[in-house]
């Protein structure tokens, strides 16, 4: 079994998905008491908020450098970064370590090219609907997404910062998602995205109008086919 390294903590909600769902997995294909060998950089969130508000993303990058480094030299022979928003600043980050740094966006365009479908809506926070960091390299890979509804944005964005991250999943925001996929449902797409590892508090992702591609699943599936193969 090979040690994966995470960093978490953006937000710990999620990362709690994550651990979670890697060690259900690991231990329905190993059995008994088997569970994944993992290292979990829990950062304090704050820090990067306040870095994000101020644009310094370098200097966020700076302190994502510096988790990754100590999760490689404790061990781990991958990493993986808990959130989609922060994949940001992960061309400036990879770079300075070397292992590799799993990125959640390919996790997620591997899973829809496998699937045959071509055409998606990417939900998330607002840089990343907006943004090309993340939407390039799902483009990159033949998927062609519908462009970002701004009030839309907004909206969820404000679902995410002000509600997810603190772990509160509200019936209105429930009801708001479910909307905004029955509307999507009417275009010519033929999926939604959740770039955002707190969105499936609030969407159910197996009963849905369209098919999901939640993020977070996509990813700790990848997490655990790293861990238990090879190399």
């Not at 829990?42 to 480094?69: H, P």
């Not at 699937?115 to 943004?131: F, H, I, P, Q, Y």
């Not at 995205?193 to 609030?202: A, P, R, Y």
């Not at 969407?203 to 699943?217: F, G, M, Q, R, W």
Request: with cysteine.
């Amino acid at each position: 079994m090979r040690k994966l390294g995470l960093i978490g903590g953006m937000s710990w909600v999620s990362t709690a998905s994550y651990y979670t769902r890697i060690n259900s997995a690991v231990q329905k294909r190993l059995g008994g008491f088997a569970s994944a060998h993992l290292l979990i950089e829990s950062v304090n969130f704050s820090d990067y908020a306040r870095l994000q508000s101020d644009d310094d993303w370098d200097a966020a990058a700076g302190l994502m450098t510096r988790s990754a480094k100590r999760l490689e030299n404790s061990g781990a022979t991958a990493i993986m970064i808990c959130s989609n928003a922060m994949h940001k600043i992960y061309d400036r980050v990879q770079p300075e370590v070397g292992i590799p740094i799993i990125h959640i966006a390919d996790c997620v365009g591997d899973k829809i090219v496998a699937d045959g479908v071509k055409t998606a809506t990417l939900l998330g926070s607002r840089n990343v609907m907006t943004e090309g960091f993340y939407r390039k390299r799902l483009v990159a890979k033949g998927i062609t997404l519908t462009p970002p509804d701004e009030a839309r944005v907004e909206e969820i964005d404000r679902i995410i910062y002000q509600e997810l991250m603190f772990n509160q999943a509200k019936r209105e925001s429930e009801r708001t998602m479910k909307t905004y996929i029955t509307n999507i449902a009417k275009g010519d797409v033929e999926a939604v995205i959740l770039g955002c590892t707190e969105l499936d508090l609030i969407i159910d992702t197996k009963a849905n109008i369209l098919p999901i591609y939640d993020s977070t699943e996509n990813h700790a599936d990848a997490a655990v086919e790293w861990i238990l193969s090879d190399g």
